[in-house]
């Protein structure tokens, strides 16, 4: 079992930067898939940012141009750079991965993926 840790998080203003990294405790994250998810009170986890086991990667539209998520071979880990954050980004970050199975899944879909992090708070303000 993989045990997540998220790092990275903290308060930013808006138009600025955070880069967080996703590690997996005893474990290298080198051929794992890895999604990255948000949260705020209230409201659904919502996916942004998606890095296959063969190192494809997808964004939705509120990510597309601004979060870039990669894999550091070096420190095991995946990394997402939030570039031009906004307030509305504000939320706690989760990274997720699962087993693989050969099967075709929905990356930014919650239910697809088996192990999560405990998250890292994110907040844009002024």
């Known amino acids: 079992q993989l045990q997540l840790v998220e790092s990275g998080g903290g308060l930013v203003q808006p138009g600025g930067s955070l880069r967080l990294s996703c590690a997996a405790s005893?474990?290298?994250?080198?051929?794992?898939?890895i999604g990255w998810f948000r949260q705020v009170p209230g409201k659904e986890r919502e996916g942004v940012s998606c890095?296959?086991?063969?190192?494809?990667?997808y964004y939705p539209d509120l990510a597309k141009g601004r979060f870039t998520v990669s894999r550091d071979k070096v420190k095991h880990t995946v990394d997402l750079q939030m570039n031009n954050l906004k307030p509305e980004d504000t939320g706690v970050y989760y990274c997720a991965s699962r087993e693989p199975t050969g099967v075709s899944y929905v990356c930014w879909e919650p239910d697809e993926y088996d192990y999560w992090g405990q998250g890292t708070q994110v907040t844009v303000s002024s």
């Open positions: 890095l296959t086991r063969h190192d494809i990667t």
């Open positions: 005893g474990h290298t994250l080198d051929n794992y898939a």
